[in-house]
């Protein structure tokens, strides 16, 4: 087993195993990089993310606003569930974009913000209709369920501008044992 993000293969750590009637893996942290991801990593069947609820109110949510408050231009949130946090941005100078592949999420995030653009995929480059390139893109909690996480962070900033700002947050493992 090898850290997708750094290729290490020394010293990784098992911090926890998860386990749902579709699906279970380990949560294995590397020491090297610090990310924690899913092993073995295989991609849940889409039916799983696109009918569950896993969505709400994260810590993050506070900390990114602080550094964004007062800025334009163009938000993207990949991963966007049902838009809490994009609906902390509403009306605050960005155009917002969301996209998840839950429908349900998306339809009470469309509900809840209709001037945003959302789509139920999650794939780069965008949709027809969506800016090529973005002043900010916010993934949380999504990249310890991508398989390839540095193809993931590529792409990713193939959208940004020139200075753009990316706000990624995976799983803490710390806070995982006390729950």
């Known amino acids: 087993m090898r850290c997708p993000l750094c290729g290490n293969k020394n010293g990784l750590i098992s911090v ?3 386990a749902y009637p579709e699906i ?16 073995p990593m295989v991609e ?22 602080e550094i964004i408050k ?8 990949i991963g966007c569930g049902e838009g809490f946090f994009l609906e902390k941005c509403r009306g605050k100078g960005y155009s917002l974009y969301g996209i998840d592949i839950n429908k ?19 794939c780069i480059p965008l949709p027809e209709g969506f800016p090529e390139k973005y002043n900010i893109v916010c993934a949380f909690h999504i990249l310890e369920h991508m398989s390839d996480p540095v193809k993931f962070l590529k792409d990713i900033n ?22």
């Open 44 to 65: 849940a069947p889409k039916e799983y993310y696109a009918e569950k609820e896993w969505y709400g109110e994260r810590w993050e949510f506070a900390k990114v606003w």
């Open 158 to 179: 193939s959208i940004l501008i020139n200075k753009g700002l990316l706000f990624v947050s995976i799983p803490s493992p710390r806070r995982a044992q006390k729950i």
């Open 24 to 39: 279970e893996y380990r949560m294995i942290h590397c020491p090297v990089c610090g990310l924690t991801f899913a092993f």
């Open 70 to 77: 007062g800025g334009s231009g163009n938000l993207l949130e």
């Open 104 to 122: 349900n999420a998306i339809n009470k995030a469309r509900e809840k913000i209709p001037e945003a653009r959302f789509y139920t995929k999650l």
């Open 16 to 18: 926890m195993k998860v």
